[in-house]
């Protein structure tokens, strides 16, 4: 018989991916579908299994949580799995408050978050800090240039915690200006 530790250590070892239309005018399941194959195969590739998809439609309001997110949170309280990966940040939402709110939440359930597009670790204190800037860096305009040259937001954030360690902390006053 498997005791309760053992289900709950191998389910912490399960990988599941969450992705979403992220946009009103793409055909339904068009991100969807190209978003599952792609993160199911780089995930095989490094020798990992794909315990579950969770995917929603972009017709989901953006006002409320989504019922699929919620069911993934609830489905990471359980234990069910380990990890979450997805295509960018924006995929779980395009706040960085809410974000936030998401990766401390599966935080506290063991869950970690991985990105293809974005490379940060939050189990880190730099990657946390990057994480962190990222989720800032959503609601400004450095999000928009980004996104236009094709920079992974995670480059950004490590360019102005670089700037920032240069000039003292000036860059956070003027992103805080920046959100509000």
Known sequence: MISRDETEQQNQEKIVIYTRNTSWTQPEGYRVHRDV???????ERVGYQVSRVYWEPS?????KRRKVLKQMLEDAAEGLF???V???VFTLTPDGKELQQ????????GVEIFSVMEPFDTSTGEGLRVFEYMCKLLNTRHLRLAAMQGIPLSLVARWLIKDENKKGGEFDAELSEATT
């Open 37 to 43: 194959q792609v993160l199911k195969d780089k995930c």
């Open 59 to 63: 017709s989901e309001s953006n006002e």
């Open 102 to 109: 998401i990766e401390r939440e599966l935080a506290r359930y």
């Open 82 to 84: 380990g990890a979450v």
């Open 86 to 88: 997805v295509w960018d």
